[in-house]
């Protein structure tokens, strides 16, 4: 098992940033590939960032790529999800997700463990 808890979201004007954090606890971090999903009121649960279990390759979304920047720190336990230029459409619950895989996935099913999720909102 894997316990993924993320902290960080609030309320933003359009333009600001944002810091997400996931906090891993269980077995060992390093092991996972870790991904941060978003979905906003009445929409699927959709692909953001993901990395790989040692932080060398990173995805992004189209929407996303250039001003979300994802990072690990494995003796910390923890991921970062580094959000700058945010927008509106930006605004949805945040989760952060663990997956087993060795290759970094952009699906749902491919994630084992799930947080709870974090509100971003981001005013016009």
């Known amino acids: 098992q894997v316990q993924l808890v993320e902290s960080g979201g609030g309320l933003v004007q359009a333009g600001g940033s944002l810091r997400l954090s996931c906090a891993a606890s269980?077995?060992?971090?390093?092991?996972?590939?870790i991904g941060w999903f978003r979905q906003a009121p009445g929409k699927e649960r959709k692909f953001v960032a993901a990395?790989?279990?040692?932080?060398?390759?990173?995805y992004y979304a189209d929407s996303v790529k250039g001003r979300f920047t994802i990072s690990r720190d494995n003796a910390k336990n923890t991921v970062s999800l580094q959000m700058n230029s945010l927008k509106p459409d930006d605004t949805a619950v945040y989760y952060c997700?663990?997956?087993?895989?060795?290759?970094?996935?952009?699906?749902?099913?491919?994630?084992?463990?799930w947080g709870q999720g974090t509100q971003v909102t981001v005013s016009s």
């Open positions: 997700a663990a997956s087993a895989s060795v290759i970094v996935h952009t699906g749902l099913n491919a994630y084992d463990y």
């Open positions: 269980g077995r060992t971090f390093s092991n996972y590939a």
């Open positions: 990395i790989s279990w040692n932080g060398g390759s990173t």
